[in-house]
């Protein structure tokens, strides 16, 4: 059987839901396709759903600053009934630990004031009265915990840290995508589940649909892969792969669910924290427990996987960070029974998402974006529409930049950071802060 759209979108996580929106907001009969049974049922449903708006890079600030309006607003944004049940985003703030890996935060002290970004400056008697629970000695670099010097001090305690406080964190990640993906139901899209793709039509040099596992046929003149960690196989079967300079890859993730200390409410009292010095970042979750990820130092593994064959289960990693983090936190009760997600990452080679075109015409790319776009979906569904719109009207956007202005903070930012074709960004931290 064969059907029609003016585009087809693969993917209806955060970001495939927010490209199949704004498409759909354009005039555009968009189809948007995913193998899951639900929106926001693959690697978003794993993500600790953090929004920030502190990055490596002044684009990538731009972008979280930008996007941290769109969650602010965020039934605004979809224009959604007032009875309809929506994910919901609390304003805890970000606290950022100064180290000597990054620099003591001096470049995005920087970048936030180039955007008018708020922020302040914590002591270590801040960081203290505000986690009481903190111990602030320092233990960098990050080890396992099969290292004979695990858990022992390297001298000296952490300075103070850097606190946005427009950060926070949204309770339902997988809600928030179907709350998207009713957003661009009402703006006309449609979204078929358990669809995955077999195969990229081509036809005169152009891209031309796709073939379902099922046999189906669906054309399309624009087809955009929001895949996640499957991009790379689209990629592959699009054939566009050795046009790209920076790649994509699924990486197997862990991430641990503990209870806060007794005496100290995390979930109301609590913060996002990244901290260089141990590798972790932190966020509060229900029931007054604490979420736990790695920021990947290189003492951990990195798991490369394939996206249809992997591991599901905990780890020793888990136990790792667990106890990094008690490091912080001496008080910490570590279970026995492992509790958290594991999930996979769609991680390019810099970290830096890919947003752009590809080689051969109509089909587009937003990938590697696991990790650290999540909050950006609402913005990088409104830049990849103005991309495909570029494009679509003969614009040649490898030769000449599309200029994407960020409305809501008064930003310009030449999209050709994001380029398929781009060096590998020295300034990324390579690693899921982007």
Known sequence: MAGTADAIVIGAGVIGAAVAHELARDGRDVLCLDAKGAAGHGSTAGSCAIVRVHYS???????AWEGFHDWAAWRDYLGAPQDEVLAEFRQTGCLVMKTEANGRLARHIEMSETLGCPYEEWTAARITERLPIYSLERFAPAKRMDDPAFGEPTGGTLSGGVFWPTAGYVTDPALSAQNIAAAARRAGARLRFNAEVAEILTQGGRVAGVRLADGDEIHAPVVVNVAGPASRRIN??????????????????????????????????????????IAC????ARGNNILIGSEDPACDPHDWVDDRDWNADFTDQWTTQALRYAQRVPTLGIPSRMRGVVELYDASSDWIPIYDRSCLPGFYMACGTSGNQYKNAPVAGRLMAALISYCEAGHDHDAQPLRFRLDRI???????FFSRRREINAQSSFSVLG
Do not use: K, N
């Not at 197997?252 to 209870?259: A, F, G, N, S, T």
């Not at 970042?281 to 509060?284: A, G, L, S």
């Not at 008064?410 to 050709?416: F, L, M």
């Open 410 to 416: 008064g930003h310009e930012i030449d999209a050709g």
């Open 57 to 63: 890079t002044l684009e990538g600030c731009a972008m």
């Open 236 to 277: 592959e079967m699009a054939g566009v792969t050795g046009d790209m300079t920076i790649g994509t890859r699924p990486l197997r993730q862990e991430v641990v669910h503990v209870p806060a200390p007794e005496g100290f409410d995390f979930e109301t009292d609590g913060i996002i924290v990244s901290d260089s010095d």
């Open 281 to 284: 970042y932190c966020r509060p």
